[in-house]
Nanobody
Framework: QVQLVESGGGLVQPGDSLRLSCAAS????????IGWFRQAPGKEREGVSF????????YFSDSVKGRFTISRDNAKNTVYLQMNSLKPDDTAVYYC?????????????????WGQGTQVTVSS
């Protein structure tokens, strides 16, 4: 059974940084896409950043490119989203997601496994 456990959300001021973690377990394969979506109140869930464990290819949405980085620790089966220069528009619930595929996927309907979500609030 695949499980994704997120941590690291919180309340920060504009310009601050946060690091989200997602610990994955239960995958039969060591090749799959994993990453982060976010959903703000009244808005659709959007893809933020993803990494393929097959080849370490990555994706970043235009809204976070240059500010966020994604990385993984194979030994811990954990993926990290480092968020720098945070803005109020980054405020949302952030969800870790993964699925069985050898492609880097970026849309919510393409993902089968989801974490419980962690709140990120950027406010002065």
């Amino acid at each position: 059974q695949v499980q994704l456990v997120e941590s690291g959300g919180g309340l920060v001021q504009p310009g601050d940084s946060l690091r989200l973690s997602c610990a994955a377990s239960g995958f039969a394969s060591d090749c799959y896409p994993i990453g982060w979506f976010r959903q703000a109140p009244g808005k659709e869930r959007e893809g933020v950043s993803f990494i393929s464990t097959c080849d370490d290819s990555t994706y970043f949405s235009d809204s976070v490119k240059g500010r966020f980085t994604i990385s993984r620790d194979n030994a811990k089966n954990t993926v990290y989203l480092q968020m720098n220069s945070l803005k109020p528009d980054d405020t949302a619930v952030y969800y870790c997601a993964a699925t069985g595929s050898d492609h880097l996927l970026i849309y919510p309907h393409e993902y089968d496994y989801w974490g419980q979500g962690t709140q990120v609030t950027v406010s002065s």
